[in-house]
């Protein structure tokens, strides 16, 4: 783990060395939420796990803009616990952090996306509520579906991360229209898309 948090920390470094042109630079960690014996919300074969990774990896094939350092915090499917993921944040010092993950509730009627932010009540609240709110407009944009609002919450991510942060469930894994977008290619380029639309207005 400590082998593979220098190489990440050394190819983002190497990646902001590269960065000619007049645009704002923006550094995003882009985090794939759960990992290796972590599967998070499970439907049938369907894995959170690997739905976040999927969204993730799209999100580094449509990247155009090279004044845009997208900094994966997992790039396989490995096992990385929430305090390994806040220090790996808290170490690059990003200006944002959008963490990923997919919703599941016993009643399957429960669809659409939220947004949760850090709970403690400081500035860091205020600008990642700025962004989420910045975010759910993109999603529904892109996605036409349900914006369940901006929450809040001390999740562990959010409460340790010293850059504006954010945890967005994207839908809910167990509503059948929902897992539609959330595991079809269409529905998760759109979603890749509306996070990609979103760092790009921040520039
Ligand atoms: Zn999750």
């Not at 985090?31 to 976040?52: F, P």
């Not at 059948?176 to 639309?197: F, M, N």
């Amino acid at each position: 783990m400590a082998l593979r948090k220098i190489f990440l920390l050394l190819s983002a470094t190497a990646l902001m060395a590269f960065h000619p042109g007049d645009g704002k630079k923006i550094t995003v960690v882009i985090d794939a939420g759960h990992g290796g014996n972590d599967y998070g919300a499970m439907h049938e074969m369907l894995t959170e796990k690997e739905i976040t990774a999927q969204i993730c990896d799209k999100i580094k094939a449509l990247k155009r803009n090279e004044n845009i350092d997208l900094v994966f915090t997992r790039t396989d499917d490995q096992s990385m616990t929430l305090a390994e993921r806040a220090d790996f944040i808290n170490q690059i010092k990003p200006d944002v952090v959008v963490s990923i993950h997919v919703n599941y509730n016993k009643n399957v009627t429960t669809s659409g996306f939220e947004i949760y932010t850090p709970k403690a009540h400081n500035a860091n609240r205020e600008k990642s509520v700025a962004l989420a709110t910045q975010l759910a407009g993109k999603l529904s944009e892109n996605l036409n579906v349900k914006n369940r609002g901006i929450k809040e919450a001390p999740f562990f991510i959010l409460n340790k991360s010293e850059a504006p942060a954010m945890v967005v469930e994207l839908g809910f894994l167990s509503n059948p229209s929902d897992r539609e977008y959330l595991t079809g290619d269409t529905g998760q380029e759109k979603i890749a898309q509306s996070v990609l639309d979103f760092i790009q207005g921040l520039q």
